[in-house]
């Protein structure tokens, strides 16, 4: 809010006291027609006993345009030993008058235990607004406004809460004028932004809102934490201004005592499950294994720690690879976080692949649950202990898919050629022959005479006539060879799980695409790739290339990585030859 609580009650001029419960409005000067002011309305509960059983009715407000509306909530413990505890609600609303005159604005509403408390009724003298309505450009009704909203403000630590920033204005028009979000970044909290996308366009009360972005908070200390303001840039005619959010105080409670000792930071309702990728083949000494963790769920899963694989002398292993699948929920990000580690074992015989131990805290149930320590067990064997194991049909298989890897055997088409037995020559085909042969002379000496005419004449060279935009559409027909060629290549490359050729394939491809758009840098394409087929696209390039760099330098490839990389560049530089 932007009042400090001490100055609004300095404002109070309502005030109705009965027993242990306060209700007080503030006070208004004279607004003008069209601009905003706030309202804020106090409720103080002070009692064991005493309980608020609905909620602040509001008096009727169709004489104003509703802007936008924020609480806050606070417990404060005068006296833990008689279990005094005083509950506080500070409630405020922006309003803005629709017309000029003396408007009543009627009583706030509560029940406590039963009884009704009210504040008492006052008049709003509202001014003329200084300009007319001849006036084209009228600022009063091209402002916008921005509102952070919070549907839980009282979580524990690492909890997530769920923020809906909006947008606020009386034209349509202005809500595409709104960009450039800007989330603070603070110490004591983590700001996650899950989607800037904007929703539909509500109205309410002729005031129209758009949900313009919606992020996930991770507090990381206990307290009353404030919220930093999210601001946004509006183009205008002349240049842009900024305009900033509420704020907003999030009361942050520490996590109950009787935590695991292996408890770090995870706040939710989580699962945990480890796995074999190689689990039909048996694993050998010195070869890698490919083993991945699945932590699923719902919670903080942008702030928590994945549970590590503990060091042994058994064997050794590599930094993961981390693939995120999530979704923003109320409850927090719900989905997976998988974590693909390679592990080479150093000795024969079992070896106990561990995982650290994992718990958490559950706010619904407000417990911690242990899910203990996962472990995987592999019955690691020599090379040669695994090629004795093995069946005679599969030593043969396995030799011949070796030849079939590692040598170039081309592809031969047979023939079976019959010869007839004949006892006695056959004349005719004899003649046949003869004539054959006697015709291709004939026509050797006809063709070497006429070239030897040629050459005692002068040749006169005509050369067609070209326009640019012929050899353009030429090069374009000889690069659609070169494409097709190329993808060709590429989905045979696939299928024989050559990848180092793939990469190295595919980065012929995208130097062949920039000469056909005369490009030389990287930052040219895609600067071109901007201009020509949109932000959107551009940005699916990028993608798409850090994708391709992440698994170009793995230290093992999936066919299902390398089946949505073929797919991505099929597509995406089919709309760029295009």
């Known amino acids: 809010m932007k009042q400090p609580i001490a100055y609004i009650l300095f404002l109070f001029s309502a005030l109705l006291v009965q027993g242990q419960v306060t209700l007080a409005i503030s006070d208004v000067k004279d607004p003008k027609v069209n601009q905003k002011f706030s309202i804020t309305v106090l409720l103080e509960i002070s009692g064991e006993n005493l309980e608020q059983e609905t909620p602040l009715r509001m008096p009727d407000l169709s004489k104003f345009d509703v802007i936008g509306t924020a609480s806050e909530q606070n417990t ?336 031969l088409q047979t023939h079976n050629l019959k010869i007839k037995d004949k006892s006695r020559i056959d004349w005719k085909i004899v003649v046949g022959n003869l004539a054959l042969m006697a015709s291709l002379l004939s026509l050797f000496l006809v063709v070497k005479k006429k070239m030897s005419d040629r050459k005692l004449k002068p040749v006169v060279a005509n050369k067609p006539i070209v326009t640019i935009a012929e050899t353009e559409e030429l090069l374009r027909k000889q690069m659609s060879h070169q494409f097709d060629d190329n993808i060709e290549y590429l989905k045979k490359l696939a299928e024989n799980k050559d990848f180092t050729k793939f990469f190295a394939t595919y980065d012929e491809l995208k130097e062949e695409t920039k000469k056909l758009h005369h490009l030389t840098t990287e930052s040219d394409f895609k600067k071109y790739l901007e201009e020509n087929k949109g932000q959107l696209f551009a940005d699916n390039y990028r993608a798409l290339s850090e994708q391709i760099q992440i698994e170009k330098y793995a230290p093992l490839h999936s066919e299902e990585h390398i089946d949505e990389l073929l797919k991505g560049i099929i597509s995406l530089y089919s709309d760029i030859r295009k």
Request: proline share 5%; aromatic share 8%; no cysteine.
């Open 76 to 411: 404060v413990v005068l006296d833990p030993k008689k279990g005094n505890v005083l509950n506080q609600i500070v409630y405020q609303v922006v309003l803005s008058p629709k017309q000029a005159g003396k408007v009543k604005f009627g009583s706030v509403l509560v029940t406590v235990n039963g009884k009704i408390y009210k504040t008492e009724p006052f008049d709003i003298n509202v001014r003329e607004n200084e300009k007319k309505s001849s006036v084209a450009d009228n600022t009063s009704n091209s402002d916008v406004y921005l509102s952070m909203e919070i549907q839980d403000k009282t979580v524990y630590k690492n909890e997530p809460a769920l923020a809906v920033l909006r947008a606020h204005s009386r034209d349509y028009g202005n809500f595409r004028k709104v960009g450039h979000i800007q989330y603070p970044q603070q110490k004591n909290l983590r700001i996650k932004p899950v989607s800037f996308a904007k929703s539909e366009i509500e109205t309410n009360s002729g005031m129209a809102s758009q949900v313009i972005g919606v992020f996930m908070i991770f507090p990381t200390e206990t307290g009353s934490i404030d919220i930093h303001p999210v601001s946004a840039s509006v183009s205008g005619r002349e240049k842009e201004h900024k305009i900033s959010s509420n704020r907003i105080t999030l009361n942050v409670k520490k996590l109950p005592s009787g935590m695991p000792q292996d408890f770090k930071n995870a706040v939710g309702n989580f699962d945990v499950s480890v796995a074999n990728r190689n689990a039909n083949e048996i694993p050998e000494l010195e070869k890698p294994v490919n083993i991945t963790l699945k932590l699923s769920g719902a919670g903080n899963f942008g702030t928590l720690h994945l549970p590590k694989i503990v060091n042994s002398e058994e064997y050794v292993f590599f930094a993961p690879k981390i693939t995120s699948n999530t979704v923003a929920q109320t409850e927090g990000l719900s989905g997976d976080i998988i974590a693909e580690y390679v592990v080479i074992p150093k000795k024969t015989g079992p070896v106990t692949v561990n995982f650290e131990n994992f718990s958490f805290f559950d706010p619904s149930e407000q417990k911690y649950v242990d899910l203990g320590a996962k472990s995987i067990l592999l019955n690691v064997k020599t090379h040669e202990q695994v090629a004795d194991a093995k069946s005679t049909m599969e030593k043969v298989n396995d030799y011949t898919n070796t030849v079939l890897e590692t040598v170039n055997t081309p592809v």
